[in-house]
């Protein structure tokens, strides 16, 4: 191996990390926790892991959580947590979707640093109430919209803001999987029962639960807005009470035409999030499972592959880069991106200073973008696909 | 090499094929030519291969046809053909998109074959009129879409009409290019220039040239009509006259959807045509840059890739392959199969039969839905995408 | 589609062929005779198809040979062809292996060119006779290593001939199939039986079937002889005559140092030939299985995806290309261009010239050279593995 | 996402770890302690992270470790943690290769479970008697052969131990990289010094730094042991002390052959680990740089994609996986899954019970294997590469 140290170990004190939801069962929670760890700038060390005390109390303890930080509620662990010296600073919200607004509130209100999964919330007043919210208070608000953690979409992103693909003419994104083309919610399968329950997961199925993260990461690579959409959603599985698959086109700032595929009923793809970008001077594509290369391509010159830490990538990559060209890394570590780049804004909040400007990670703005998105989409399918405003 | 001959070669004589435009400094003639010599079921015996007498005399006499059998004009070749005891059988036209009609319908008249390249003519009511003319004469009419020619395109279209795939739900084509991402027609690249030019192409510009194949593809190889869209065009080359990008959402018969992109600005893009289709029971995904192979996913099983020639390919496929797997074959290859499925039929009709079942090639009801498609598109496209049947 | 015409059709007559073996049944003849047809240099007049007579006869006519030219064996042929003003002016070998020598040495002699599948012969002494004699007679010979017709091969050739790797270190070359993992020949099998029986292959199986096309294929591009060699034969099926696997070590010209593995054993590999080179400046890949692509790794920089027809490729590669970039060519295209080359030559030399220096085909020279690597390579493996000279 | 929380987390409390080398400047070490991390097994408490005091202490506190527990030297490490209540469980050792075996026979001494990068030792002499030592405690010890602890490695196994393949006919690993193309070791890059230093790394360079891990990982997957190998060894940039380059022949157990190639000199290839193994029932490959695919081939039906965490996959990939398939995990995650198999060991010989059969990682045996392998290879390259036992 070529390289040196990782850059990413820490430097100073753990932030001491509480966590609401991801009790038993959980999926995100456990994936939070990991990522946590990674780059070792956090330390998780309380919980209301379950809306029902015994489980929130025996997850906890089955963590390694002291017995007196397994709490029962969110509201239990804010107050008890401010009461001691060692209290947690900031607090990952890993619930289902309609309940990540209330607690959120109550992080805010406690001073706290927050780190919500997305999307922000299941509807978008709840998002600009959260955002006015989060505005009165001098804290870091992250949403872990995680694929804006992967070094070479950090390239991608850096290299369009350059100039180098030229005015942005097309993006194609798609997010396609396979997972949902059974009606596995009605078999009562946990992580289906909720993103198909309008009540728990919003007015998007399939474009609420990865449709935002293809939105976000196309408005993150492009740095251009998204104006207005014609969306045609879908409900293949009988029964299905939230869309299935969508199909979406757009309208973005300065002329840019673009399309948004998601879907979770397309069989052979598990978790195929691809976006392309074309410009007047340029093209590239990403494909999230093999996140090591982005293939870039200067008009008239061939294609290069491009790879994460390999020649030609520049400091946005590497910043987000700990290991070698060759040596994959992978979905765990580009989500540990995002939690370490909010750990490097608390710490420059806590010391008083400005976030510096190569600190990038997705925040509430982002949060409150992706429920319009959702917003707008449903809207413009119930008409029929007429364009829509994202207001 | 492990394989037996070659099942194209000919039995029986060779069907004399003359050729309406194509001469010096055209591509799409010279195509022809190759791959009508591929299976050597044609033989190339007379032309008149440009509106300009001089031209066309050369450009014959270079390939080698008799001087006599240079002509200055289609009309004096099919006048003169016809008293020949060795006449011409067939024709194909190869002229651009505008100059498809009249030489057709002048071909039926005077009872040949005919092989006309694709868009079938400029605008739908000529595409109309020829299929009014062609029913009532026994020929052969076949329209080029020539990537029904590959091999795994058969596969994939025999695996679905046998319910392999089950109800499709989603379909999605794309065909991007890059090749118009400057104004090369204002440079006058000849090949730019009657593309992008409405008199010579067409309503279509990029829809018309490469949306067409896509949208005959995804109908050929699924089996389902589209039976209304919704375009979003652009032209992002200034003082373009004619779209270079599009953007369609597609409702198809059994209530499928789908999307289709066409686009000659996406840069990095050389001719990437790809199609996939899932349906209830499983997904398929083909690139026609790399033909020889098709992945195919039953639901709840691992992704195969059926090869060209390989294990697993059934008849449809075998018909249309020359040699075994791993040895690649491609676009002139699947192109020949066009024209040797033609002459299938041409031997067939002849001889007084029935063309057998599995003779499979693009007629003039595909080029008439070529046109209805263009059409539609257009009209959605100038109503801000509105929903759109095809009539 | 974004380019001229096609610059391989023919000016000036077509070049009179005749063909040694290839009859009913057999696979290489066919497409011989397939890509003879393929740029329109060639006009296939006259057979000695098969060594039974009448299949002979049987054969020629279904092809549509003029009964007086279906010759029941070549010496017929040959005498009956000189007594014709429209005689054959070459001849294509097709018969199995150990038939290669002696109608070629009969070609020779009535002073035609010589088209010659590979290996050149069964043995090193067949070979070089058949060198000297053809180095008496002021024709064409050509040997059929038809992977040096591809596009991206002359590309990798041309640029290595630049010294855009540098100085040549390590050169890696597979060809592996699987058609022979269980006893085919045992079962009947034609093209398994001839090619793992001694008298008909040679010394060689594997190495001679398809490591001679490694063999020639890697001196061919990096332009470097091997000057030995230490080779581990193995017989994976058992009863099997021959070699079905092959692992070889290289010593060539100027250090340069590599390996060449050759099997059809290797379950799942089609028709694996795949070629690295690297130098002190950069290294290179390509495989003929995706034929059109060749990743191009200047070192420190990132590595290029070039493209049949694509930016950045130059005149030894457009030489042999038909058709645009991403309009994927294959093998029977490649094998072409080994004809077209020939034809280049022929016509050269009847006009009384020299062949240009754009002409490349393989010729005598490499196929002695390919038996000259079976013969070192049982040698070698006889010896368990002794270094050995290629002579 | 479609699935349960990650199985990695921790039941039970932490073990305590300390660290011998992999201070500051240090690659290795900062990859086990962040491994060690993942699935929060271990606890990082103690280290003599240099031989040079200062840098020992610095190294330790910037990690946040306990200055008291930053130890000046290992013997100081072990003696202290002795004393202590809390004192460390297992160490980590990842000094340069000559300096593993003293250290290592220091912690057996202790009592302590080791965990030390590979290879095991600097020369076979040195490895042998570590073995022994080992083999007079009844501790854990664990080398970090990580490539093992990929979930499609697990699965390739598993399936060959289930004879999936059939009786194994050739084996093919390479690892081949490029960061050694120049002299950088003459640059004075400190991974290149040691790396190319005879004293430091051994007798083997490119063979002793990653030939061991292709080695390890062919025994691993195959179940086979390499019985004899015949090595050409190269050293292409000049002054160079250590060999580059090295191709080598294998014969393995039962009658299977092979071929292992390493190289960091192969321009354009970064961390290019590939194994593909061929039986008489079917085939298979794999590549570490897109580590989550596995093409597996029963002999006769298509190749399937084996995707991590998908359909088809068995209990002993799933053992290995943290997240659901599309989602890659990558170099890290393999690491970790290491640790964490290690750390199953511990717990259960501190328990006192046997070590479940299905906790897999690579120990002591298969560092003497490794020593086996350069010692042969180095011996067979000085006798043009004469087969030459493994011992």
Partial sequence: MAIEASKAERSGGRIRLGMIGGGEGAFIGAVHRLVARIDDQFEFVAGALSSTP???????????LEPARCYPDYRAMLAAEAQRAD???????????HLHAAPAEACLAAGLHVICDK????????????????????????????????????EARARIAAGELGRIRVVNVEYIQDWLTTALE?????????RTDPKQAGAGGCIGDIGTHAFQLLEFVTGLEVEALSADLQRFVPRRRLDD??????????????????SQV?????????LRVYGDKGGMSWHQEHPNQLLWTPYGEPTRILSRGGAGTGSAASRATR????????????????????AAAIRARDAGKRVPREVVFPGIADGVRGLRFV??????????????KLG
């Fill in 87 to 97: 209290g947690i600073e900031a607090v990952a919200i890993v619930t289902p979707n």
């Fill in 266 to 274: 397309a069989v052979g793809n598990e978790n195929g999030l691809r």
């Fill in 245 to 262: 698959n969508a199909h979406i086109q757009l309208r973005l700032a300065k002329g840019a035409r673009g399309t948004l595929w998601a």
């Fill in 186 to 194: 009605q078999a009562g399968q946990k992580q289906a029962v909720w």
């Fill in 375 to 388: 917003t707008a989409a449903v809207r413009s399918a119930s008409r029929d696909g007429r364009w829509t």
């Fill in 119 to 154: 999307p922000l919330a299941a509807s978008l007043d709840d998002a600009l109430r959260l955002q006015k919210a989060a505005a009165r208070r001098d804290v870091v608000f992250g949403v872990t919209y995680n694929y804006t953690g992967y070094p070479m979409i950090r």
């Fill in 54 to 64: 015994e489980k929130a109390r025996r997850s906890g303890r089955a963590l390694g």
């Fill in 323 to 342: 290991i070698p060209a060759g040596h994959p890394e992978g979905y765990l570590e580009a989500f540990a991106t995002v939690y370490t780049e909010i």
